[in-house]
């Protein structure tokens, strides 16, 4: 059993018993349930950086990454920095992430916030709603097309964004469907866990101009997004190359600065 498989068994028992406790009614008369949400996909298209910055305390590849920074420093300080969003890791158990982290970062920031988990259910989608969220990710590699098209128009129902992860070519082709607004690709490659940008390169012509292109993980370098841009890509996630440093705001307002000046 590969480390994906682990937390998806993971997620399942973990929902069911959240459903048990914290029924949909509740969720759904939360103060955030209602708010207007703000589009990650339309920030990207209009955005010359194209920076989803993300805050992920631990990875089960790199164990710790950054634990003493708060979430609402670092969503404060992403938003000042002139990020298009921010993704919030929520699982637990592999990440260190949690729901509250979502809700702390909706407290100090207002631009596109992304629920960054392994959605397995559409309960998840009600959670991430009533969080705090624009934005939900789901991951091609643990769903069937089946299920990437119930729970993408159930997130569409609920004004959320959806941004599909895909690794290869087959969980593409799979995943192409109306109710997408971006297509990610993860350069790290789930089996070995490196990580290269030619798998982004060589999708990005398989992927319709309607989505926005999003290249995912291990992206460090201002000459790889200059470089991924001239395939079409409009977004950028990186995560653990602004959460390893000790003030990640401060290391994407640099990045975002200097990419800006060689843009001129």
Known sequence: MNILDKIIADKYKEVELKKSLIPVKQLETSVLFDRDTC????????????????????????????????????????????????????????FGGSLEDLLLARASARFPLLRKEFIVDEYQLLEAKAYGADVVLLIAAVLTKEEIKTLSKFAKSLALDVLLEVHNQEELEKSIMPSLD?????????????????????????????????SESGISNIEAINDL??????????????????????????FIKKMTITQK
């Not at 398989?206 to 989505?211: Q, R, V």
């Not at 395939?231 to 290391?251: D, H, R, V």
């Open 39 to 94: 589009s990650l996909a339309k920030a990207l298209r209009q955005s010359d950086t194209g920076i989803i910055a993300e805050h992920k305390r631990r990875s089960p590849s790199k164990a710790v990454i950054n634990q003493s920074v708060s979430v609402q420093t670092v969503a404060s300080n992403y938003e000042k920095a002139g990020a298009c969003g921010m993704s919030v890791l929520t699982d637990g158990k592999y």
């Open 229 to 254: 841009k001239q395939y079409g890509y409009q977004g950028f996630l990186i995560g653990e190359n602004f959460m390893k440093t000790e003030n990640p705001g401060a290391s994407a307002s640099e």
């Open 182 to 214: 971006m297509l990610g690709v993860n350069n790290r490659n789930l089996k070995s866990f490196e990580v290269s940008t030619a798998i982004s390169k060589e999708l990005s012509f398989l992927i319709p101009d309607d989505f926005v292109k999003v």
